[in-house]
């Protein structure tokens, strides 16, 4: 397995600024962020940043938005900790640290020309919403393009305002469902593995790409085997507690590999036997 080579400005803080901030639901802020001096992040669909806040602590972030955005970049972050706590007390104007991009995000290249199914369930979507962006923005470079969203109910549901158009878009089949209904909820309610065989799929080109709570991983795995998709054609990104972001501190070991270098985007054929990574 190729580990990523970190460049040697990902071992500092950079400094940052906050140039948006938005509530979104009760427990997750989305920030748009700007290096320095106009400097691009320069990172990958499924990679992370190490967030530093003066005198409270750092903590590791998936960015949300895509490479094409140029001069900054996303960060939807949900308030469970110290850290992310004082990340919600900031606003427009604000500083705040960036160390990284961090570990190895999805593998454009190989997915490139093929269809695509995304799986996302309740904060999953923030991280897997950068690749949803980054094919939306060089549609061309693939094929169909299906998209299944769980949360556990609508009034978690992340970037709504988005999820609208996605369903909109002719050239996507978008399906979202929800644990528990509202009395306005039209929508499907449902487990998200319910979703799955329903969604007509040409196994030997489709690439599923999935990110969600671990409970997840093993119940959506099946059904997609299910649909005849190869292992090796399966990638999961994996949440794990990770400190440095550099494979020094052993925080997120699985055996043999470090999610923030190895990982945190992993192909399934290649973890499916370690029992501590799904």
């Known amino acids: 397995m190729e580990k990523t080579i970190i460049k ?4 500092r803080i950079r400094n940052a600024r906050v140039i948006k901030a938005r509530q979104m639901t009760a427990h997750e ?32 972030i998936s960015i949300c938005s895509s490479p094409t955005k140029a001069g900054s970049f ?10 992310t706590n ?33 799986i996302a369930g309740g904060l999953g979507v923030a991280p897997l919403r950068s690749l949803i962006k980054y094919a939306f923005d060089n549609r061309r470079d693939f094929g169909k393009i299906h998209i299944l969203l769980g ?4 009034e978690d549901m992340l970037f709504a305002d988005e999820l609208d158009q996605w369903f909109k878009r002719m050239d996507v089949h978008y399906e979202c469902t929800v644990d528990r209904a509202a009395p306005d909820w039209a929508g499907h309610v449902g487990q998200i593995t319910t979703l799955i065989p ?4 040409e196994s030997e080109r489709t690439f599923a790409v ?29 949440e794990r507690h990770m400190k440095c972001g550099m494979g020094k501190c052993g925080r997120c070991q699985i055996q043999n590999l470090y999610c923030c270098q190895d990982g945190p985007v992993f192909n399934y054929a290649e973890i499916k036997n370690m029992k501590e990574a799904i």
């Open 151 to 154: 949360c556990k109910t609508s």
């Open 8 to 11: 040697e400005s990902n071992y």
């Open 198 to 201: 329903g969604v007509h799929l």
């Open 210 to 238: 999935i990110v969600g709570p671990p409970i997840m991983y093993r119940f959506v795995i099946k059904e997609i085997l299910a649909k005849n998709i190869p292992e090796r054609q399966i990638f999961v990104s994996l």
């Open 74 to 83: 996303e960060l939807c972050v949900r308030a469970v900790g110290k850290v």
């Open 86 to 118: 004082a990340m919600h007390r900031l606003e427009a104007g604000d500083d705040i640290g960036i160390r990284g991009p961090y570990g190895k995000g999805f593998p454009i290249r190989i997915l490139e020309g093929n269809d695509l199914l995304f």
């Open 29 to 60: 802020k989305l920030f748009e962020i700007a290096l320095e001096g106009g400097e691009n992040l320069d990172y990958e669909p499924g990679q992370f940043v190490i967030v530093s806040l003066l005198g409270v602590g750092e903590a590791p």
